[in-house]
């Protein structure tokens, strides 16, 4: 019995160890360790002068369940990736704790978020365990990347109010869905598609001096984080001829 049993043991512990490496290999959805902390404003929302460039967005997109990041931030790739956050003392932590938008650059006592109060309390089991978990001010956490969701949106433009027509354009982009990163943006021209590569003047914000005139068309380089793919999209809807500083515009397109 035992001479039949030692072969199949041998065999299932191979298989059993095989899989663990095989897992550490490709554990893309895997949580990370790390530490969070809340940002030390009383306002339950994010900043509205984020790293990122958002403006007033970036403290009301996703409901305010908004952060900061350090290395995360990849100055300003990062920006507007989403991330769900838990905390891990089990006695006031949810299992799901919460999702949030980068949309500020910032780093604390060895802590890869700075959350929202909001996001931050949302990571708790109750209200009462909330109210513990805000005293403590940095908590241990585990995180991983996740799709960005909103529904009923489409990637928006918002030009940026410090743009001056038609000299100088900046614009920021809003509601990217999905997982992926905007490693490139290029404005084409659409008449006779001249295009420009644009430089990303810091976090979200993509600037050009002299923009070609005419109607233009934004479009983006979309990276894939986990295998590297990378993507031009081109939406439907162009910016007008005579876009002004602080308008917004539809793209018509959502990604995933
Ligand atoms: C493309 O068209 C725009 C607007 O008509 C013009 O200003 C620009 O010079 C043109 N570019 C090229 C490369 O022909
Ligand atoms: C998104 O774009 C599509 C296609 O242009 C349009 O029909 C739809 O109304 C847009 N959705 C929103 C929420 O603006």
């Known amino acids: 019995m035992t001479l039949y049993l030692q072969p199949l043991t041998l ?37 509205e002068t984020g790293a990122c460039g958002f ?9 305010g369940d908004v952060s900061a990041a350090s290395n995360l931030y990849r100055d300003g790739v990062g920006c507007g990736a989403c991330y769900q956050v838990r905390c891990t003392n089990s006695m006031y932590c ?21 959350l929202s109060r909001r996001a931050y309390a949302k990571m708790s089991q109750t209200t009462y365990a909330a109210a513990s978990l805000l005293a403590l001010g940095v908590v241990d956490i585990e995180y991983r990347r996740v799709p960005c969701s909103y529904p009923y949106k489409n990637i928006t433009f918002k030009i940026d109010e410090n743009s001056n027509y038609p ?27 001249s ?54 515009y539809d793209s018509g397109i959502q990604v995933e």
């Not at 490496?21 to 994010?46: Q, W």
């Not at 479009?219 to 001829?241: A, F, K």
């Open 11 to 47: 065999l299932l512990v191979c298989v059993l160890l095989r899989q663990t490496l095989v897992d550490g290999a490709t554990c893309k959805d895997c949580f990370i360790h790390s530490r969070a902390a809340h940002y030390p404003n009383s306002d339950e929302m994010g900043t």
């Open 55 to 63: 403006g007033s967005f970036g403290a009301i997109i996703n409901g």
């Open 94 to 114: 949810s299992d799901k704790g919460v999702t949030v938008v980068i949309t500020d650059s910032g780093s604390g006592d060895n802590t890869d978020f700075i």
């Open 167 to 193: 000299h100088y354009l900046a614009f920021v982009i809003w509601y990217q869905q999905g997982k992926k990163d905007v490693t490139a943006v290029q404005l084409c021209e659409t008449t006779n598609l």
């Open 195 to 248: 295009c420009k590569l644009l430089d990303r003047s810091h976090g979200a914000v993509w600037t050009v001096v002299t923009p070609p005139s005419g109607p233009l068309s934004i479009r983006m380089l979309l990276s894939d984080v986990d295998d590297g793919e990378e993507t031009w999209v081109v939406p439907l809807n162009n910016i007008p001829q005579n876009w002004k500083a602080g308008d917004i």
